[in-house]
């Protein structure tokens, strides 16, 4: 028996343009076994029969009327992906027709006349290389998906830890959980009008969440206080850049390493007089200049314990009053276009419970 079982299900083409070829072939695959045998004797009917039918293997001429086989073949591989294997059949002996024909991925070639214990021994052979290239194919199918599931959990993971942090951070400041959210979704937002970057936009999305994680290092004296900070307390406070930085700063992972560029930039100022490095200008980083400038919008409309939420239009206002000092003037006319979305974010991740109580108060109630 020329064929394993495994292989009599296969798909076979024979395309000749001679009927008594074709009838040849088919005879003897069939009597060898083989219960899935198609013909053609039109060479313009293989890409379209391809597209429409599962073929494993095609037996080709190459010397036919109006599409030579070699043509055919560079079509199929250009059409389809993959590409059906080919073993070519034909009595054009040359050696430059049979290293054309191998270039352009035949799996074996043999020339008319040919024997057909030959040519059953080379379709077997050619069916094997088949069946194995599908097996690998699937399992690396197999293990591509395991791994995708697998980064997506991970990424999940990540993220949930950001955006624990994160809230972290704005709890000992007494924030609400609510800003970290609002951050995270005007900086992604802004992010992508300026940039038109889906990647980096959701990056920044994810990583502008830790921008303050550094105020877990800030004593409750200088945190919490609520008068006026003096110059030593300001000093303390500003170290909460560096302290977010080498929280976040020594790993491998892009998204960490966006993170901590935003903890350790977000408070320098286009204009060079920020900190914690006096950084002026594009020596910001991107990311960093559209956390500045979301943070900033956010902290003013919002209610904290010593003051009273500025208004949308008193915001706007100084917002753009500082473009080409604190912030990017590029940066500034792209977020005054959609203060309108930002203000929806503010919408829908509000400070206050219905009863007007933080969300941290509501939780030191239980």
Same mark, same amino acid.
């Given at each position: 028996?020329?064929?394993?079982?495994?292989?009599?299900?296969?798909?076979?083409?024979?395309?000749?343009?001679?009927?008594?070829?074709?009838?040849i072939?088919?005879?003897? =695959?069939?009597k060898?076994?083989?219960?899935?045998?198609?013909?053609?004797?039109?060479?313009?009917?293989?890409?379209?029969?391809?597209?429409?039918?599962?073929?494993?293997?095609?037996?080709?001429?190459?010397?036919?009327?109006?599409?030579?086989? =070699?043509?055919?073949?560079?079509?199929?591989?250009?059409?389809?992906?993959?590409?059906? %294997?080919?073993?070519?059949?034909?009595?054009?002996?040359?050696?430059?027709?049979?290293?054309?024909?191998?270039s352009?991925?035949?799996?074996?070639?043999?020339?008319?006349?040919?024997d057909?214990?030959? =040519?059953?021994?080379r379709?077997?052979?050619?069916?094997?290389?088949?069946?194995?290239?599908?097996?690998l194919?699937?399992?690396?199918?197999?293990?591509?998906?395991?791994?995708?599931?697998?980064?997506?959990?991970?990424e999940?993971?990540?993220?949930?830890?950001?955006?624990?942090l994160?809230?972290?951070?704005?709890?000992?400041?007494?924030?609400?959980?609510?800003?970290?959210?609002?951050?995270?979704?005007?900086?992604?937002?802004?992010?992508?009008?300026?940039?038109?970057?889906?990647?980096?936009?959701?990056?920044?999305?994810r990583?502008? %969440?830790?921008?303050?994680?550094?105020?877990i290092?800030?004593?409750?004296?200088?945190?919490?206080?609520?008068?006026?900070?003096?110059?030593?307390?300001?000093?303390?406070?500003?170290?909460?850049?560096?302290?977010?930085?080498?929280?976040?700063s020594?790993?491998?992972?892009?998204?960490?390493?966006?993170?901590?560029?935003?903890?350790?930039?977000?408070?320098?100022?286009?204009?060079?007089?920020?900190y914690?490095?006096?950084?002026?200008?594009?020596?910001?980083?991107?990311?960093?200049?559209?956390?500045?400038?979301?943070?900033?919008?956010?902290?003013?409309?919002?209610e904290?314990?010593?003051?009273?939420?500025?208004?949308?239009e008193?915001?706007?206002?100084?917002?753009?009053k500082?473009?080409? %000092?604190?912030?990017d003037?590029?940066?500034?006319?792209?977020?005054?276009?959609?203060?309108?979305?930002?203000?929806?974010?503010?919408?829908?991740?509000?400070?206050?419970?219905?009863?007007?109580?933080?969300?941290?108060?509501? =939780?030191?109630?239980?």
């Open positions: 028996m020329f064929f394993d079982e495994s292989l009599l299900d296969a798909q076979l083409l024979v395309v000749d343009d001679e009927q008594v070829n074709v009838n072939v088919k005879a003897a =695959l069939k060898a076994g083989c219960r899935q045998v198609a013909s053609l004797t039109d060479p313009r009917e293989v890409l379209g029969w391809c597209q429409n039918n599962s073929v494993d293997l095609i037996l080709l001429d190459l010397n036919m009327p109006h599409l030579h086989g =070699l043509d055919l073949m560079a079509l199929l591989q250009e059409e389809l992906t993959p590409s059906p %294997q080919i073993v070519v059949l034909t009595a054009m002996t040359s050696s430059d027709d049979k290293l054309d024909a191998l352009l991925g035949a799996v074996d070639y043999l020339t008319k006349p040919f057909i214990n030959e =040519l059953l021994l379709v077997r052979n050619s069916l094997r290389l088949v069946v194995l290239t599908q097996a194919k699937k399992e690396r199918d197999n293990l591509d998906l395991e791994v995708k599931q697998q980064t997506q959990q991970l999940i993971t990540q993220n949930e830890i950001l955006h624990r994160g809230r972290a951070a704005e709890y000992r400041d007494n924030e609400t959980g609510a800003h970290v959210l609002r951050m995270s979704e005007s900086c992604g937002i802004l992010a992508l009008y300026a940039t038109e970057d889906e990647v980096f936009s959701e990056k920044v999305k990583a502008s %969440q830790m921008h303050d994680v550094g105020k290092g800030i004593p409750d004296g200088v945190l919490l206080k609520q008068g006026k900070l003096n110059e030593r307390e300001w000093d303390i406070m500003r170290s909460h850049s560096r302290i977010g930085y080498e929280i976040l020594e790993t491998d992972t892009p998204l960490l390493q966006m993170a901590a560029q935003i903890a350790l930039t977000h408070h320098e100022r286009w204009d060079g007089k920020g914690p490095n006096g950084l002026k200008g594009k020596d910001i980083p991107l990311e960093s200049r559209i956390v500045a400038l979301c943070d900033v919008y956010d902290a003013l409309r919002s904290r314990p010593y003051k009273q939420p500025w208004s949308k008193d915001t706007c206002s100084l917002i753009q500082e473009a080409g %000092q604190h912030f003037p590029e940066l500034t006319k792209v977020f005054l276009t959609i203060v309108d979305q930002i203000e929806e974010i503010r919408e829908r991740h509000p400070d206050e419970h219905e009863n007007g109580e933080s969300l941290l108060e509501s =939780l030191l109630h239980y």
